[in-house]
């Protein structure tokens, strides 16, 4: 299983925001809806081996939104799609349980640290400064982390680092979150493929 964990400091965690206005009316979640687009979407389906969550932490608590590809449904390579999927989502009377909003899509109050995928796979932290990707040799199960335009906080650094994370960089240029997401699928399915996976 991918999983990709991205932290979206003023992504809003109502559904008060214009699907005209995505970037300027709910903190940016455009960004976090490029992310999604690009952990899930294919040529002509989705990925079904990865989940990405997306920590919102625009409002008075965080809210977390789980999309997994093996359930999901009615998602389009599109932002306004994705921005609408989210928005019934963020509708939901959100406890600190996952509850479910459309197929594959899931909210729940609380945030990075409460994640139980930082607990068990091997955590890669994606930063401009990091060891390249390419000679970690990633395979199997594994979590990426990756920060919005304003990255990853250094609260939210030092729980990563207490939890092992290795810190990586998707290549020697700098690149937005969406597109690092696209090389690291890309990576694993060279790796994947080279080791006879389907």
């Not at 990709?4 to 206005?21: C, Q, R």
């Not at 093996?70 to 959100?94: F, I, M, S, V, W």
């Not at 390249?132 to 680092?161: C, M």
């Amino acid at each position: 299983m991918r999983n990709f964990v991205v932290v979206g400091n003023l992504a809003t965690t109502t559904p008060d925001f214009s699907l005209e206005d995505i970037p300027g009316t709910s903190g940016r979640l455009d960004i976090l809806c490029r992310c999604v687009n690009s952990a899930f979407v294919l040529s002509h389906g989705i990925r079904h081996d990865v989940r990405i969550f997306l920590v919102l932490r625009g409002g008075e608590d965080p809210k977390t939104v789980c999309l997994r590809g093996r359930d999901l449904r009615h998602l389009n390579p599109d932002e306004r799609t994705t921005a609408a999927l989210l928005k019934k989502a963020l509708g939901l009377e959100a406890t600190d349980r996952w509850q479910r909003s459309t197929p594959g899509i899931y909210v729940r109050t609380r945030g990075l640290a409460d994640l139980a995928v930082l607990r068990g796979d091997t955590i890669y932290y994606l930063r401009e400064d990091g060891a390249d990707l390419r000679e970690q040799k990633v395979g199997g199960d594994a979590t990426f982390v990756l920060g919005d335009h304003l990255g990853v906080n250094e609260d939210d650094e030092a729980l990563l680092e207490s939890l092992g994370a290795k810190i990586v960089s998707a290549g020697p240029a700098s690149l937005h979150a969406d597109h690092c997401i696209v090389l690291i699928n890309n990576e694993l399915d060279r790796t994947e493929a080279e080791r006879g996976y389907e």
